[in-house]
């Protein structure tokens, strides 16, 4: 299809003015009629067998509607991602597996009286010792957390492509180490929240802030035994997802609630409670080897990724071999062998965050080619650059690549960005380090039945008044996709945005869609809305060619109007068009569906560059941002505003997981269960010069040449603000956040040696 008038231009958000001006209704916002309030009783030890539960204390409290255990649930009582084994609630003689897990619920006409018939609650445990490292986890005769999991072993990961052992026997210099990545929170502003109700007709209606509303009706499905056909899952506006609302939270226990106690029920979660319930950035040890010649070329890879999945399997298998794979980045590497595996332990869980894993992988092996660099003497970036990835070549990785390769044109631009490289004050205590690194994000263009991503739907509706509906079953969580939607319809119909509507993440009247992650939307949703879109053209060309006498050729749709290309004067108005379509008894709504084909890879890549000037202080350890670029190839720009902004706020998440964010946990207990004592970045952090850049490089299957770009511009901002602190003090790092105390400690360690 060709771009119209407003695909590509910086349209405003159409979710904009309710946001800024608190019209928008998020969760927590609703009320309905006769509705009560619920709350979670928390385990907490993160390992105890339930020996009794007593609710009479709270079942006698007036204004308490039910209270609810295990043996009060109909169906499976499990639900999950993967793998179904995540209790809704831990019955009586079943243990605990973290502090996230739920024992019982109460519902009451109030959330104060909720709260404190929660605490009525007296459960009796049996503490058992818990499992709170991977490698404790692993230990021969260590504990099962699931006992069909040998070794604890959540999910293992493979990859070998040529002969590794060859290429290390040739290599001339091989440099080896290890990393270290901590938990990072999803800080979203929107803790877990919704609403649910059974009507007259049995139906359970959930509205909640989600990710994805098919895979939260399944679980509700499997976990309760409803009939799908009598679930309703409408997403609500989303305060943040980053990947921590893709699993099923709450809504598993909202339909329990609703239907048990017969009201409505709202549960919202309070700070410290979605702190301990939600997944987290998966914790990391990585140990990667890499192989060259003295030239620079590397010759092999040898890599091995353990991660904490915590307590339930949720997305760690995709999180985990996500990790591995993108060990190699942007690079020719000829002989590689990597593995991976995700750990059960009975800390906080892990699962999806933007990245998806690869900001962890970059860590390691941007941080080892800086090392292998030092080794050759030779300059970081020339290194790099010595390796990249050719246009005509693929990378070796069990996800291959379809991206033409645009890495050179990404060093000169930030090269060129970046300028000269500043230089202390004379006489001044700090020093001064700057970092180029690369990487290649991916985004979902595959089709995995498994994963719950085999097809993608999108329905559009011309309206008899010229109005367009657009139906979508993916989840606005703030990356701007009803906008790209809505700018795709009224491109290709010639209307103004504030003609079009979209509606989005509802099981009921949006086509399926699979889940809200891996920058897929804009890829998959876009082509099955062009796809919809398209056979509604052709309806209405067909009638306005018969109306006007013109043949269908000749007709475009431009300003409202279907009008001849040759004699714009000779025209029909769109609404009049509608109208004449829906006397006529036309369809003007039509579903498209877009699936890649079986032989598809599963992902689709980009490519990005990161700088970094850093100042640090010997004397007191203190880091200063001097400067932080990024630059993506960005595909082609659908909205440069949205495109942008999605560029700043994944660069500053970055340098949150970099200088100072660490979900601390310590015996299974989170130690940092608040904003009190998680620190992420505020706009005080950011004084420093940021840059912002992409060049465009047309995906070859993606709409109009789009990409995914949404979770692109984390992966290697972190290892970049990284190696610019180690250039500054000539020290090596393995292991974030870092903080003045890990500088000085680094300083004094290399002055012993």
Not at 506 to 529: E, Q
């Amino acid at each position: 299809m060709a771009i119209g008038s407003i695909v590509g231009k910086g349209v405003a958000r159409v979710d904009a003015r309710g946001k800024v001006t608190g019209q928008t209704k998020y969760a927590g916002d609703m009320r309905l009629p006769n509705m009560h309030h619920g709350k979670l009783v928390f385990s907490p030890h993160p390992r105890a067998r339930v020996l009794a539960i007593d609710c009479s204390a709270a079942v006698a409290m007036a204004g308490v509607k039910r209270v609810i255990t295990a043996r009060d649930l109909t169906g499976s009582g499990r639900y999950g991602y993967d793998v179904a084994h995540r209790p809704v609630l831990v019955a009586e003689g079943e243990e605990t597996r973290y502090i996230g897990d739920v024992v019982a619920m109460v519902v009451a006409v109030s959330e104060e009286l909720a709260s404190r018939a929660a605490q009525a609650v007296v459960v009796r445990y049996e503490v058992l010792p818990p499992l709170t490292s991977p490698r404790q986890a692993m230990a021969e005769g260590a504990y099962l957390v699931h006992a069909d999991a040998p070794g604890n072993r959540c999910c293992k990961r493979e990859f070998s492509h040529g002969d590794v052992v060859a290429g290390f026997a040739r290599s001339e210099v091989v440099v080896e180490h290890t990393y270290k990545t901590p938990r990072q929170e999803q800080a979203f502003l929107e803790t877990e929240s919704g609403v649910a109700y059974q009507d007259e007709a049995g139906v359970v209606h959930v509205l909640s802030s989600l990710q994805d509303p098919y895979g939260v009706a399944e679980d509700i499905h499997l976990a309760l035994a409803i009939p799908k056909s009598r679930i309703h899952i409408k997403g609500t506006p989303v305060g943040g997802g980053f990947g921590g609302k893709l699993n099923t939270t709450i809504q598993v226990h909202l339909a329990a609630m609703a239907c048990l106690a017969g009201v409505p029920v709202m549960l919202v979660l309070d700070r410290e409670e979605s702190f301990i319930f939600h997944a987290k950035r998966h914790p990391t040890e990585i140990r990667l080897k890499l192989g060259a010649k003295r030239d620079g070329t590397i010759l092999a890879m040898e890599g091995e990724v353990i991660s904490d999945a915590g307590p339930y399997s949720g997305r760690s298998p995709e999180v985990v071999g996500l990790t591995m794979s993108a060990l190699l980045g942007p690079y020719r590497i000829a002989n590689v062998a990597t593995r991976a595996q995700g750990i059960y332990t009975n800390n906080l869980d892990s699962g999806a965050f933007r990245g998806f894993g690869a900001p962890q992988a970059a860590i390691a092996r941007e941080g080892l080619l800086d090392k292998l660099a030092r080794e050759l003497g030779l300059e970081p970036l020339e290194l790099r650059r010595r390796n990249f990835l050719q246009p005509d070549s693929r990378p070796a990785s069990p996800m291959l690549g379809d991206s033409p390769v645009s890495l050179e044109a990404l060093a000169e631009k930030i090269i060129a960005r970046m300028g000269p490289k500043p230089e202390p004050a004379v006489g001044s205590s700090k020093r001064i380090g700057r970092s180029i690194c690369f990487d290649m994000p991916v985004f979902d263009v595959g089709a995995i039945p498994t994963l719950g991503k085999s097809g993608v739907g999108a329905t559009v509706e011309v309206h008899s008044d010229g109005g367009v509906s657009v139906y979508a079953g993916g989840t606005e969580l703030g990356q701007g996709i009803t906008t790209v939607l809505a700018q795709f319809a009224a491109d290709q119909f010639g209307l103004p945005m504030e003609a079009i509507r979209v509606e989005m993440s509802d099981n009921w009247t949006c086509p399926r869609a699979g889940r809200t992650s891996a920058s897929r939307l804009t890829f998959g949703l876009g082509n099955a809305l062009l796809l919809a879109i398209e056979a509604v053209r052709q309806t209405l060309l067909t009638r306005a060619a018969t109306t006007l006498g013109i043949a269908r050729e000749e007709l475009r749709f431009v300003a409202g109007q279907v009008q001849s290309c040759s004699a714009p004067e000779r025209a029909i108005a769109f609404a009049e068009l509608a109208q004449l379509c829906w006397d006529k008894g036309d369809n003007l709504r039509e579903e498209g569906w877009f699936r890649a084909a079986e032989d598809r890879y599963m992902y689709g890549h980009t490519f990005m560059a990161a700088g970094a000037d850093v100042a640090v202080d010997l004397a007191t350890g203190e880091i200063e941002v001097l400067k932080l670029a990024n630059v993506l190839d960005m595909g082609k720009v659908l909205n440069p505003v949205m495109a942008y902004g999605q560029i700043y706020g994944g660069a500053v998440q970055a340098l949150g997981y970099a200088l100072m964010e660490n979900m601390v946990t310590k015996d299974g207990l989170a130690k940092t269960p608040s904003f009190a004592e998680y620190a992420i970045p505020t706009a005080v952090d950011i004084p420093f010069e940021f840059v912002a850049e992409g060049i465009e490089t047309p995906y070859p299957t993606g709409p109009f040449g789009a990409k995914g770009i949404g979770e692109a511009a984390l992966n290697c901002t972190t290892p970049t603000l990284l190696n610019a602190i180690a250039d500054a003090i000539g020290v090596e790092l393995d292991a974030i956040p870092v903080a003045q105390e890990h500088i000085l400690a680094a300083i004094h360690q290399q002055k012993r040696i």
